[in-house]
């Protein structure tokens, strides 16, 4: 099954704004099948946005991403990638529709609440940055 890498930035994580994200995704019918909290660190930020390091904001979005704990979550579904960027809405939130999290939550463009994978291939790519495939604790 499709799966995306979800990411609730430190902005809406300073709101409390966890719990209703994740509560839109499983409303839209997306399965949650991996969930944490962590704060991530300067490597694990660059080698997130790698593909950005060359962008005039990557130093910032390095900054703004490591500056507070985060949820990172696995979402589930037939085309869940695109079902996904499209509840989001647009990077800028000043562009993004009308009832789209980012619309909603969002308050500017690096401070944009969410970050969803943008393939099924870079979510798998992705995901691997966050979660070990089966995990327990006892
Ligand atoms: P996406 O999150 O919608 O996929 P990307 O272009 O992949 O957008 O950019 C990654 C993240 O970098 C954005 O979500 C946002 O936090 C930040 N960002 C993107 N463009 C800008 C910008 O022009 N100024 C500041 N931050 C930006
Ligand atoms: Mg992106």
Not at 50 to 74: C, G, N, Q, R, W
Not at 76 to 85: K, M, N, P, S, Y
Not at 118 to 124: R, T, Y
């Amino acid at each position: 099954m499709e799966r995306s890498l979800v990411l609730i930035k430190p902005d809406a994580m300073e709101r409390g704004l966890a719990g209703a994200i994740i509560g839109r995704l499983q409303g839209a019918g997306l399965k949650l099948t991996a969930l944490r909290m962590l704060q991530m660190g300067k490597a694990l930020a660059e080698r997130h946005y790698a593909i950005h390091k060359e962008k005039p904001f990557f130093e910032d979005l390095v900054e703004y991403i490591t500056s507070a704990p985060i949820v990172a979550a696995v979402f589930e579904g037939e085309g869940a990638v695109e079902r996904i960027r499209k509840l989001m809405g647009a990077t800028d939130p000043a562009k993004a529709e009308p009832g789209t999290i980012r619309k909603d939550y969002g308050l500017d463009v690096q401070r944009n609440s969410t970050h969803a994978s943008d393939s099924p291939e870079n979510a798998e790519l992705e995901i691997k940055n966050f979660f070990t495939e089966k995990e327990k604790f006892m």
